[in-house]
T-cell receptor, first 115, second 110 residues
Framework: NAGVTQTPKFQVLKTGQSMTLQCAQDMNHNSMYWYRQDPGMGLRLIYYSASEGTTDKGEVPNGYNVSRLNKREFSLRLESAAPSQTSVYFC??????????????FGPGTRLTVL | DAKTTQPTSMDCAEGRAANLPCNHSTISGNEYVYWYRQIHSQGPQYIIHGLKNNETNEMASLIITEDRKSSTLILPHATLRDTAVYYCIVRVASDYKLSFGAGTTVTVRA
């Protein structure tokens, strides 16, 4: 099993450009998440999808949109990138979101720079 | 508002036990304590969780004080590969979100 995969690994954008970050998991998990991590800080939740067909805002949703394409895939879109969105983006999945353990499995991250 | 307080950094000798403290003085009765770690540039990794009893698994032990206002993660025999940022998180089971603070940067030295 590959676990959680993310593409691309690195990306440089100019201010105002758009792009979509892709995430897929092969663990048959119901819940998926997008986090961002700024230098020297912990992760902050952008959006999550409790189950296929649902999405909800996290702590820092402004400037982002998400799509839960199917049970495996959860994409994050930046419509008009800004320098403040320079960060490392992590996708994660868990079997369910509201279990006690709720062990989240993380992908390797996408390092995004917006100039 | 940060729900947990952890030291910024700590060093540990290889082969010795590493004891990582965490204060969560405002924890509610239905909140669990979770520990994750993040090895450089990788995504975080689940370690252990607990409610009020001490817990142990193949990676670590979790000691929660009787009043539940603090806890300690114990890595029994630290190795160089345990060098990472360790996050202490409190969460209710019904909450999807994991709130990561700044964590403790643990450096294991040979």
């Amino acid at each position: 099993n590959a676990g959680v995969t993310q593409t691309p690994k690195f990306q440089v954008l100019k201010t105002g450009q758009s792009m979509t970050l892709q995430c897929a998991q092969d663990m048959n998990h119901n819940s998926m998440y997008w986090y961002r991590q700024d230098p020297g800080m912990g992760l902050r939740l952008i959006y999550y999808s409790a189950s296929e067909g649902t999405t909800d805002k996290g702590e820092v949703p402004n400037g982002y949109n998400v799509s839960r394409l199917n049970k495996r895939e959860f994409s994050l879109r930046l419509e008009s990138a800004a320098p403040s969105q320079t960060s490392v983006y992590f996708c994660a999945s868990s079997r369910t979101g509201t279990s006690v353990r709720n062990e989240q499995f993380f992908g390797p991250g996408t390092r995004l720079t917006v100039l | 508002d940060a729900k947990t307080t952890q030291p910024t950094s700590m060093d540990c000798a290889e082969g010795r036990a590493a004891n990582l403290p965490c204060n969560h003085s405002t924890i509610s009765g239905n909140e669990y304590v979770y520990w994750y770690r993040q090895i450089h540039s990788q995504g975080p990794q689940y370690i252990i969780h607990g409610l009020k009893n001490n817990e142990t698994n193949e990676m670590a032990s979790l000691i929660i004080t009787e009043d539940r206002k603090s806890s300690t993660l114990i890595l029994p025999h630290a190795t160089l590969r345990d060098t990472a940022v360790y996050y202490c998180i409190v969460r209710v089971a019904s909450d999807y979100k994991l709130s990561f603070g700044a964590g403790t940067t643990v450096t294991v030295r040979a």
